[in-house]
């Protein structure tokens, strides 16, 4: 799959031996850039897939969040930011789950000094830290800016403005309503 050696590292110790088949099939098209939207039982390793994406394509020497995931609840982003870091511990990368119940201006206060590389974040939360404009803007001219995805959060008019031009990463739930079609 042609994964740095850091994430390489971090898989191995997170206890990976070999992908899943949600991995063989979604991550190297996760990685290219392509929208991916992917179906699969609990516990067959969505979340490290799109993670596992995310953090192969993050610029470690830009010190400034690049990805950001939405979570439909506290307890799913607080699980998916442990996993980002376990897989991406060797790696060096930053990741800070923005999450409802917890203080704003401490939440703001840590955004601004740490700019995280990735934000793991429940909708109602991500949603006030782009209204407060410290989630909007990319992080260098001509980057993509923060990745979307892979949640259970619906993106409102509000949010589609000031996402603009930002990429989206994969949407990979446990269950989708019928009439999607099996790409398998």
Known sequence: MNLSEALLRGIYAYGFEKPSAIQQRAILPCIKGYDVIAQAQSGTG??????????????????????????????????????VMALGDYMGASCHACIGGTNVRAEVQKLQLEAPHIIVGTPGRVFDMLNRRYLCESPKKGANGPKMGPGGGKITRGQQKSTRGHK??????????KGHQNLS
């Open 46 to 83: 969505k979340t490290a897939t799109f993670a596992i994406s995310i953090l192969q394509q993050i610029e470690l020497d830009l010190k400034a969040t690049q990805a950001l995931v939405l979570a439909p609840t506290r307890e799913l982003a607080q699980q998916i930011q442990k996993v």
């Open 168 to 177: 989206k990463a994969p949407k990979l739930p446990q269950k989708y309503p």
